[in-house]
Nanobody
Framework: QVQLVESGGGLVQAGGSLKLSCAAS????????MGWYRQIPGKERELVAT???????NYADSVKGRFTVSRHNAKNTVDLQMNNLKPEDTAVYYC????????????WGQGTQVTVSS
């Protein structure tokens, strides 16, 4: 079984930076896409950034130019470098790993809180 554990969340002032890390405790399936999602209380969980096993990335428009997702396949980790943080970035951030082809799979971390003050 795959377990994902996030770290690096915290409180930061607007304009500051944080780096989130996610470590997989089990063996990931082949061709898994890894990335980050976030959820504001009362709202749907939304995509932040993803990266394929081949290194292709995808970002939400709201974070392009500010966030960078990086994957370290040998370590089974994925990071999210967040720069120029804004109050609207405040959310619980979740690590995710999934396959979108058969056999499909989907794994979530427990989440880490990021709070950006003005």
């Amino acid at each position: 079984q795959v377990q994902l554990v996030e770290s690096g969340g915290g409180l930061v002032q607007a304009g500051g930076s944080l780096k989130l890390s996610c470590a997989a405790s089990g063996r990931l399936p082949g061709a898994a896409i890894m990335g980050w999602y976030r959820q504001i209380p009362g709202k749907e969980r939304e995509l932040v950034a993803t990266v394929t096993s081949g290194g292709n990335t995808n970002y939400a428009d709201s974070v392009k130019g500010r966030f960078t997702v990086s994957r370290h396949n040998a370590k089974n980790t994925v990071d999210l470098q967040m720069n120029n943080l804004k109050p609207e970035d405040t959310a619980v951030y979740y690590c995710n790993a999934r396959r979108i082809v058969t056999p499909r799979s989907n794994f979530w971390g427990q989440g880490t809180q990021v709070t950006v003050s003005s």
